[in-house]
């Protein structure tokens, strides 16, 4: 079965730092691209970040560029995603994906989620 | 790219054909998928390449368009069906739309 499980959500102060896990099981975390997708309570989706298969190629929304840095470990089958200067408007709950089999830059499967607050 | 849809929200009932509307502010080419999200649940991919099925999603749900204009319809309305649907382009960065309601 496969499972996506995002962890290390939490309450951070503006301008602090979080480091978000995803781990996964139940296919080849090699083969596909990763993503994280984020919604602020009660709003709509926002993707936040994309990363290849092998982490050489990755891409950012404009409102996190510079201050987010997205990761992953094959042999860990892990995705990151490295939160700095972190800003109200960041709080949300972050969802790691994973592309598509045919598509890859489609989210074809969802983690549930882990809970970013900033808030001092 | 900057998505839009319409209606932000609808209401229906079971049996009704419906129509949802997405537009890119740009040529996508057929760059775009169909999401379903009912409330407290994770998002759940239902059509990609404007109009390929995604598997187990089922055959009352339809995708059409290219270019800049985009449908999602549902052909019979079904209890399950009741969530808020959103588009998203995947030409360049991954931008979603704000979102459609269905609700009774």
């Known amino acids: 079965e496969m499972q996506l499980v995002e962890s290390g959500g939490g309450l951070v102060q503006p301008g602090g730092s979080l480091r978000l896990s995803c781990a996964v099981s139940g296919f080849s975390f090699s083969s596909y691209w990763m993503h994280w997708v984020r919604q602020a309570p009660g709003k709509g989706l926002v993707w936040v970040s994309r990363i290849n298969t092998d982490g050489s190629r990755t891409m950012y929304a404009d409102s996190v560029k510079g201050r987010f840095t997205i990761s992953r470990d094959n042999a860990k089958k892990t995705l990151y995603l490295e939160m700095n200067s972190l800003r109200a408007e960041d709080t949300a709950l972050y969802y790691c994906g994973r592309g598509g089999r045919i598509e890859q830059l489609v989210l074809a499967s969802w983690g549930q989620g882990t809970l970013v607050t900033v808030s001092s | 790219i900057q998505m839009t849809q319409s209606p932000s929200s609808l209401s229906a009932s079971v049996g009704d054909r419906v129509t949802i509307t997405c537009r890119a502010s740009?040529?996508?080419?057929?760059?775009l998928a169909w999401y379903q999200q009912k409330p407290g649940i994770v998002p759940h991919l239902l059509i990609y390449a404007a109009s390929t099925l995604q598997s187990r999603v089922p055959s009352r749900f339809s995708g059409s368009g290219s270019g800049t204009d985009f449908t999602l319809t549902i052909s019979s309305l079904q209890p399950e069906d009741f969530a808020t649907y959103y588009c998203?382009?995947?030409?360049?960065?991954?931008?979603f739309g704000p979102g459609t309601k269905v609700d009774i």
């Open positions: 998203q382009e995947y030409n360049s960065a991954l931008t």
């Open positions: 740009q040529d996508i080419s057929n760059s």
